[in-house]
């Protein structure tokens, strides 16, 4: 099988539903179309990184290779040298490994295929359906006319066959600025079709390649390089999506005229995430602002930032099967992949404590120098991962917000005079309060702890209301956490314009915390791991920004399930 499935903890890709384009490809292999071959390929530009899109796109074209024992490609569409970069190539096929995919020896790139379409180009010019243009390129937009207006012929569209290769011969040597020609295709100004009024297929850029370096100063658009580089592969089948649906009947024209194979084309549905933005140029935007860190800020919806923010390809890969294929574009629900990926996380992070706001507890009648380990459940939902032990001391560490001194109705943690549960601990009543004596701020708690309660359990059988979570500040690690949330504050910023983008940004998206304490066996945690941090979120380390003497945690999701809530409550109206 030419499409490797690689694992990530043990776990195998999952084969995705049933689907208008999966139904499309198994009845051309029923039919024996392509002699019952399957080659798909993934065909990405490297001007900017791999999103949560992008994903959607890799899962099916992979996929379907491998359910038919085919082919899928990984092809650079680089013919843009302006934009590229060999640092977005990297992040690009690094991005793919982690989703879980290999395309093996099957690594492309449109550069690979200049000569072959410098000769094709050639071959339109002879066959007179392609010429040289040298109107600026507002006069190309303006004789091309609109939707409800036809356009108009260049007044260079009859030049003859022999002045035409002579031009393109002098624009592939670098006789001509930028600007000056581009070679179109013949067609028809008055087509219905806006893309086959004589489209341009080659421009020139004096711009140097970062794999064919001055090579080249003309460059084919990617309506040209497309199905020429799908034909010079042997693709059987091209997926991509809707916005490519009314460019097929250009794609089937260029390969008509050249007399070479013909792909089958089938377009789905994008994906569009709500209170985010899935357009690289936009995202580019946000980059170069400074409006993010960079490509692979934890905000982002890139896959670099989803890996370093502890999202998992497993979850990822979920995401995409929940939401499926389709044929109309619709909005999915951030809730939904927040979803995915906790509930994910929650078959398979370690549980551990950590205090994010600390607040000194002092045990009164707890021995000075005595030190207890108490044992921790790694995973209730998995038995397997085992158990821990967790020190216990006189001095410990709660959160700020599990104590109230005044406390309303319903607030059941830690007050004056009353009695909570410490995790996998004792009972723990409050006795004493210190203030700050400058801001009269709640300093330290003054408590004393029921030794007969080892375990969480009462002899006399009393009940707590509250069980709140610690760390002994004896073995405490200090650590960064970073508490991320959405991108955006608005549902919809991807229909914003660029120059108002900027401003919808939510400004609570990042909060830094520092001075947490957390339990001593996260002192060196797995740099590929996502924790639980109990009663707080999912939590992984940061792969950029920790070192030997900063532990940084980034918050991956909350604990809190905005999709859960909403499917229960659609669940208890439609049986109401």
């Known amino acids: ?41 993934f065909p990405p530009e490297p001007n900017g990184y791999l999103h949560i899109g992008h994903a959607k796109s890799i899962c099916l074209n992979f996929g379907i290779a491998s359910e038919h024992n085919g082919v899928c490609s990984l092809r650079f569409d680089d013919t843009n040298p302006s934009n590229e970069e060999s640092e977005f190539v990297e992040s690009i096929m690094k991005d793919v490994r982690w989703l879980g995919f290999d395309w093996g020896p099957h690594l492309r790139y449109a550069s690979d295929y200049f000569e072959e379409l ?77 893309n086959m009024r004589d489209p341009v297929m080659y421009r020139i850029v004096h711009a140097r390649h970062y794999r064919t370096g001055d090579k080249w100063c003309i460059y084919p658009l990617y309506d040209f390089a497309h199905g020429q580089s799908d034909a010079l592969e042997g693709v059987t089948h091209s997926v991509c999506t809707l916005e490519f649906e009314n460019n097929r009947p250009l794609y089937d024209w260029f390969l008509d005229e050249l007399s070479v194979a013909h792909p089958r084309q089938i377009e789905f549905a994008r994906l569009n995430l709500s209170h985010t933005v899935l357009s ?27 890996r370093r923010r502890g999202y998992t390809p ?103 005079g009353r009695e909570v ?91 830094v915390l520092r001075g947490c304490k957390l339990e001593p066996s996260l002192a060196q945690p797995s740099s590929d791991s996502t924790y639980q941090f109990e009663r707080q979120g999912y939590f992984c380390v940061d792969s950029i920004e920790s070192s030997e003497n900063k532990l940084v945690f980034n918050r991956t999701v909350a604990l809190r399930d905005t999709w859960a809530r909403i499917e229960s409550k659609r669940h208890a109206k439609r049986n109401n």
């Open 421 to 511: 549960r410490l995790r996998y601990a004792y009972f723990i009543r409050c006795e004493n309060v210190v203030h700050n004596p400058e801001t009269g701020e709640v300093e330290e708690l003054h408590c004393t702890y029921d030794p007969s309660t080892l375990g969480g359990m009462a002899p006399d059988g009393r009940k707590v209301k509250a069980t709140l979570h610690w760390v002994s500040a004896a073995h405490s690690v200090d650590a960064e956490i970073r508490l991320y949330e959405r991108l955006f504050s608005v549902e919809e910023p991807s229909a914003l314009t660029s120059e108002i983008l900027a401003s919808s940004l939510n400004p609570e998206s990042l909060q």
């Open 1 to 41: 099988m030419s499409v490797k499935m690689s694992r990530r903890g043990g776990d195998e890709i999952h084969k995705l539903k049933s689907d208008f384009v999966r139904d499309a490809v198994s009845q051309d292999v029923r039919s024996n179309k392509f002699g019952g071959r399957v080659q798909t390929r």
């Open 280 to 306: 690289k140029r936009k995202l580019g935007e946000l980059v170069a602002g400074g409006h993010v860190s960079g490509w692979d800020d934890p905000r982002m919806p890139t896959l670099s930032g989803m």
């Open 314 to 416: 497993t979850s990822l890969r979920n995401f995409c099967e929940t939401i499926g294929v389709a044929k109309r574009n619709t909005t999915v629900d951030m809730a939904l992949l927040e979803h995915i990926v906790r509930k994910d996380l929650n078959s398979c992070a370690p549980r551990v404590m950590g205090v994010l706001r600390p607040l000194r507890v002092v045990l009164l009648n707890y021995p000075e120098e005595k030190v207890e380990h108490v044992e921790a459940i790694n995973n209730p939902e998995d038995s397997s991962m085992g158990t821990r032990s967790v020190p216990f001391s006189r001095v410990l560490y709660l959160e700020k917000d599990d104590f109230n001194e005044d406390p309303p109705k319903k607030f059941y943690r830690l007050a004056p």
């Open 118 to 194: 410098y000769q094709f180009a050639l071959q339109l010019i002879r066959s007179e359906k392609a010429y040289v243009d040298s109107l600026s390129a507002d006069d190309i937009r303006a004789y091309r006319g609109t939707l409800t207006e036809t356009g108009k012929n260049s007044p260079y569209r009859d030049r003859t066959v022999v002045e035409n290769i002579e031009l393109f011969k002098g624009m592939r040597a670098g006789e001509f600025p930028e600007g000056s020609h581009v070679l179109r295709a013949k067609i028809d100004m008055c087509s219905g079709n806006i």
